[in-house]
Structure formats: C-alpha cells, structure tokens
C-alpha cells in the first residue's frame, strides 16, 4: 500500500524548532520529488519547500532560511527542519509526491500544488506561549 506519514509536529514557543519527519511506504520515496505544504484555519494550502530526486531542495512562501529540507533514504523519508518558529508559521503541515518519478520540483510555489500524486495525512504545529 502506497502511504506517506508525517510525524513532529507539536506545541512550541516563539522561536523555537522543530523537525517533521515524512516516512513512505509502498515505493521508494528518494525516486520522487517530494513537497511539504501547510495549511491555516480556513486556507487554501501553500507551499513550504520541495526537495527533488538529485536533493536540491527549493524553498518558497515566506519561509526563506528558516526550513531545511532533506532526505533520509535509510528511513525512506524526508525531513523537514524548522527554525525560529513563529505563530504565523502555525498550522497543519503536509508531505506530499510530485505525481512522477524523477520529475523535478517545480521553481514557482503556486505550480508545485498542479503536480501532487500521493498526500500525507499531515502533522500539526502550533506555536504559541
């Protein structure tokens, strides 16, 4: 069976970190794209970062610096660093395939959502005193 799993979310202060982790199972996830998207109360989901096949990652919104995106192929996973976390950043984060295999991420945010295969469940983030 095809699934992606997403772990690490939780509560966390201002300017604090955390890491989420996407684990696959059913296929190799290193011979896929894979994008992390998160989505707010009431919101469309945006676009966090991609990482392709060859591990160039790209980042996009608003995140910047902040995210580290990165593959652990002996787990079958991708994870997902993030820093200096701030209550905007705040809501349920997904993981996600690019549709094909060996297709790369696209460069612009508002592509990345037209070529999504396999969802995550996804993992919440909260961030707040």
């Known amino acids: 069976q095809v699934q992606l799993v997403e772990s690490g979310g939780g509560l966390v202060q201002p300017g604090g970190s955390l890491r989420l982790s996407c684990v696959a199972s059913?296929?190799?996830?290193?011979?896929?794209?894979t994008g992390w998207f998160r989505q707010k109360p009431g919101k469309e989901r945006e676009a966090v970062s991609c990482?392709?096949?060859?591990?160039?990652?790209t980042n996009y919104h608003s995140v910047g610096g902040r995210v580290a995106n990165y593959r652990d192929n002996a787990k079958n996973a991708v994870n997902l660093d993030l820093d200096d976390l701030q209550p905007d950043d705040a809501g349920v984060y997904y993981c996600?395939?690019?549709?094909?295999?060996?297709?790369?991420?696209?460069?612009?945010?508002?592509?990345?959502?037209?070529?999504?295969?396999?969802w995550g469940q996804g993992t919440q983030v909260i961030v707040s005193t």
């Open positions: 059913g296929f190799t996830l290193g011979d896929y794209g």
């Open positions: 990482i392709g096949t060859t591990d160039f990652s």
């Open positions: 996600a395939t690019v549709r094909s295999r060996g297709r790369p991420c696209p460069s612009l945010e508002s592509d990345l959502l037209q070529v999504i295969g396999v």
